[in-house]
């Protein structure tokens, strides 16, 4: 074999670090992750719309409590002036002793639509507690999820690296001039800058070689680089029938 027999580990362990980056690119785990996500976010959503139903009748049974003491106080007011002796007009006693009726009844009023939304909140509420346990549950099986995510990638990381320091050794033995051609090659034609030539087939495009290129290159120089014909993948020719491409 000559000496670009070489650039073929290159290939190998190129070819392997594309395997591992997209397995790492594509974990089923990263779908789990989304689709947890998903149901998370969903039920969060639903959470926070039974949360803004709630808000609104506490914001209305506020509103109505509020309203009630305001009517209270000025019924207390009236009280306090039919007995302290202030009011002696009969016909000014009956008019502060009708607008103290119609206070109460209104305090009563306010007071009774408050207790109806306060127990219209109340299956809300429960709505809205049962949710968050949901959003809470699935919190955690995301977490989970993503740490199980995390550790797939990691190792694949650990093996990435471990292929890249491989790679490295093995092109410092590739002449400088072949290894760029193999890189432009390789970054044309997605991944594939060498291969071998076995028999009279090109391992890069799975095609044979015509017989008139073959014989070429069994009388090319030792490590002379040439191309595939098909693929246009470039390759080393040697004097035996396997041959490193290029």
Do not use: W
């Not at 070429?216 to 120089?221: D, E, G, K, S």
Request: overall charge negative; proline content about 2%; glycine content about 6%.
């Amino acid at each position: 074999m000559g000496s670009l027999d070489g650039l073929i580990d290159v290939q190998t362990l190129d070819t392997r670090a594309d395997q591992v980056r997209h397995r790492r690119d594509h974990l089923p785990q990263a779908e789990a992750v989304a689709e947890a996500r998903r149901d998370r976010d969903a039920a969060d959503a639903r959470a926070e719309t039974a949360r803004g139903r709630l808000r609104e009748l506490v914001k209305r049974e506020k509103a109505l409590e509020d309203e009630a003491a305001l009517v209270e106080d000025k019924a207390a007011e009236i009280d306090r002036k039919l007995y302290d002796g202030s009011v002696v007009a009969h016909k000014e006693l009956e008019a502060f002793q009708a607008d103290h009726r119609l206070l109460k009844a209104r305090q009563s009023e306010l007071e009774d639509e408050a207790i109806e939304i306060m127990e219209a909140a109340e299956p809300i509420q429960a709505e809205v507690d049962a949710l968050e346990s949901e959003v809470a549950g699935l919190d955690a099986r995301l977490d989970a999820l993503t740490a199980e995510m995390d550790a797939a990638r990691s190792e694949l990381d650990g093996e990435l690296a471990t292929l890249e320091r491989e790679r490295a050794v093995a092109a410092g033995a590739v002449p400088d001039d072949v290894l760029v051609a193999y890189e432009s090659t390789r970054s044309r034609l997605g991944g594939v800058g060498a291969a071998r030539l076995l028999g009279n087939r090109c391992e890069g495009c799975h095609l044979e070689i015509p017989s008139a290129e073959l014989e070429a290159l069994r009388h090319a120089p030792e490590d002379a680089l040439v191309l595939c014909p098909e693929c246009e993948i470039g390759r080393a020719s040697c004097r035996e029938r396997v041959c490193s491409v290029v």
